[in-house]
């Protein structure tokens, strides 16, 4: 027996305004039936797994133990970090390395962590 992920679960101090932001940082709809103030809303990717955000009543106290990590499709992994500074995310730990390699971790707009890897392009052109 085995099992399959079906959902991915943030918890969120509000859900529609989290999942908005994300909807914004993936390119992908909030699920039609999500309004302002409903305690969870949902985003669907196309290979079938689920961002699913929970509204819970206590904040984020501690490092997230599972995170995201990002991998831009269209832009270097520089430019994807501008934008996303731009829409409201901090950076946390920068490990960009003066070759090209490395990452940046990030902050959503609630302190959830991600990361920011480099776009498939940039590691084909390292390799």
């Not at 969120?12 to 709809?29: H, M, N, T």
């Given at each position: 027996?085995?099992?399959?992920?079906?959902?991915?679960?943030?918890?969120?101090?509000?859900?529609?305004?989290i999942?908005s932001?994300?909807?914004?940082?993936l390119?992908?709809?909030?699920?039609?039936d999500?309004?302002?103030?409903?305690?969870?809303?949902?985003?669907?990717?196309?290979?079938?797994?689920?961002?699913?955000?929970?509204?819970?009543?206590?904040?984020?106290?501690?490092k997230n133990?599972?995170?995201?990590?990002?991998?831009?499709?269209d832009?270097t992994?520089?430019?994807?970090?501008?934008?996303?500074?731009?829409?409201?995310?901090?950076?946390?730990?920068?490990?960009?390395?003066?070759?090209?390699?490395?990452w940046?971790?990030?902050?959503?707009?609630?302190?959830?962590?991600?990361?920011?890897?480099?776009?498939?392009?940039?590691?084909?052109?390292?390799?």
């Amino acid at each position: 027996m085995t099992s399959i992920i079906h959902n991915v679960t943030v918890d969120a101090r509000d859900s529609y305004e989290i999942a908005s932001w994300w909807s914004k940082v993936l390119g992908l709809p909030l699920h039609p039936d999500d309004n302002p103030g409903d305690p969870e809303c949902l985003i669907e990717l196309p290979i079938g797994i689920r961002y699913l955000f929970i509204n819970v009543p206590e904040g984020k106290t501690v490092k997230n133990r599972v995170h995201i990590c990002l991998q831009p499709s269209d832009c270097t992994r520089d430019e994807e970090v501008e934008r996303l500074l731009g829409i409201g995310a901090t950076i946390y730990d920068d490990q960009r390395r003066p070759d090209g390699t490395g990452w940046v971790t990030m902050h959503d707009p609630e302190g959830n962590e991600f990361c920011v890897e480099r776009s498939a392009a940039e590691r084909a052109a390292t390799s």
